[in-house]
């Protein structure tokens, strides 16, 4: 994982995400670390890896938005969270900008 995302707890949401960790069920994309599986985007992450774990998660029930880092593209982000059947939750507490109204 280190190829796809400079940080080791980065790291760590996106193993739990691949192997359908059954003990991982919420994910938040935030600004700052704060709590267990807080996906914080910085310089070097590959956002798409993130698009395809999420979609294809088998275990994942929440999902938190709370920031939306400028590198993030939000047209393949939101297609990979379209391929996803397990969420039941979705937060969205940042502006997705004008181009997720088309």
């Known amino acids: 994982m280190?190829?796809?995302t400079s940080d080791e707890d980065n790291a760590d949401i996106l193993e739990r995400l691949r192997d359908n960790d059954p003990d991982f069920t919420h994910i938040s994309i935030?600004?700052?670390f704060q709590d267990e599986g807080d996906f914080v985007v910085r310089e070097g992450d590959d956002l798409g890896w993130?698009?395809?774990?999420?979609?294809?998660?088998?275990?994942?029930e929440y999902l938190t938005i709370s920031d939306l880092p400028?590198?993030?593209?939000?047209?393949?982000?939101l297609r990979g969270l379209g391929q996803n059947r397990?969420?039941?939750?979705?937060?969205?507490?940042?502006?997705l900008g004008e181009e997720?109204?088309?």
Do not use: H, M
């Not at 397990?86 to 502006?95: A, P």
């Open 2 to 4: 280190e190829d796809i």
């Open 30 to 32: 935030a600004d700052v």
């Open 50 to 60: 993130l698009d395809y774990f999420v979609g294809r998660s088998k275990e994942l």
């Open 70 to 77: 400028d590198n993030l593209n939000i047209d393949s982000f």
């Open 86 to 95: 397990s969420i039941e939750n979705l937060g969205i507490s940042t502006d």
């Open 100 to 102: 997720s109204v088309q």
